[in-house]
Antibody, heavy 119, light 107 residues
Framework: EAQLVESGGGLVKAGGSLRLSCDASGFSFSTYSLNWIRQAPGRGLEWVASISTTGDYIYYADSLKGRFTISRDNMNNSVFLQVDSLRVEDTAVYYC????????????WGQGTAVTVSS | SYELTQPPSVSVSPGQTARITCFADALTKQYAYWYQQKPGQAPILLIYKDNERPSGIPERFSGSSSGSTVTLTISGVQAEDEGDYYCQSADSSGPWIFGGGTKLTVL
């Protein structure tokens, strides 16, 4: 069964950093682009970043450029999100999400890892 | 950039039909996608490319588009359909954006 499992979330003070990880299993990891999508408490979904199959193409939401860095390790079937200079408004559940290019949709979601930024 | 506009809430009685709309000018050129999220769970894909249904999604879920508006229709709503529904599309500065979400309440 294909699945994505996030880790690395937690409580951090504003200005700090976190590295979120996502471990994939049950599918050919290197053939899919991966994304991070976040959801603030009681709010909607916000796409954060995308990385292509080889890591050659990386995209970020305009409002988040400069503080977020997405990367992947195809040997170990993992994708990462480094978040620096954390702000209170970065508090959210961060989902690791697979993109299925054939249908152009986010077809597999992890359960998410919660990040809480305190002031 | 642009926004995808959804009604905040829709209420319907069991067995009736629920319609959730999503409006944006760019939808005349971009496909729309729909996701369902139940409390405490991750979203799941319901509809792709305006009106296609992934395997495993019940036939009561369907999508349609007309001009700048796409619609998710749930026929014969069941209590288990209660949750939040999000439309999603591509943004020229994006690449991806989501609507604000619609809370479906089954009365």
């Amino acid at each position: 069964e294909a699945q994505l499992v996030e880790s690395g979330g937690g409580l951090v003070k504003a200005g700090g950093s976190l590295r979120l990880s996502c471990d994939a299993s049950g599918f050919s990891f290197s053939t899919y682009s991966l994304n991070w999508i976040r959801q603030a408490p009681g709010r909607g979904l916000e796409w954060v970043a995308s990385i292509s199959t080889t890591g050659d193409y990386i995209y970020y939401a305009d409002s988040l450029k400069g503080r977020f860095t997405i990367s992947r390790d195809n040997m170990n079937n993992s994708v990462f999100l480094q978040v620096d200079s954390l702000r209170v408004e970065d508090t959210a559940v961060y989902y690791c999400v697979r993109f299925l290019a054939g249908i152009g949709a986010f077809d597999l979601w992890g359960q998410g890892t919660a990040v809480t930024v305190s002031s | 950039s642009y926004e995808l506009t959804q009604p905040p809430s829709v209420s319907v009685s069991p067995g009736q039909t629920a319609r959730i709309t999503c409006f944006a000018d760019a939808l005349t050129k971009q496909y729309a996608y729909w996701y369902q999220q139940k409390p405490g769970q991750a979203p799941i894909l319901l509809i792709y490319k305006d009106n296609e249904r992934p395997s495993g999604i019940p036939e009561r879920f369907s999508g349609s588009s007309s001009g700048s508006t796409v619609t998710l229709t749930i026929s014969g709503v069941q209590a288990e359909d209660e949750g939040d529904y999000y439309c999603q599309s591509a943004d020229s500065s994006g690449p991806w954006i989501f609507g604000g979400g619609t809370k479906l309440t089954v009365l």
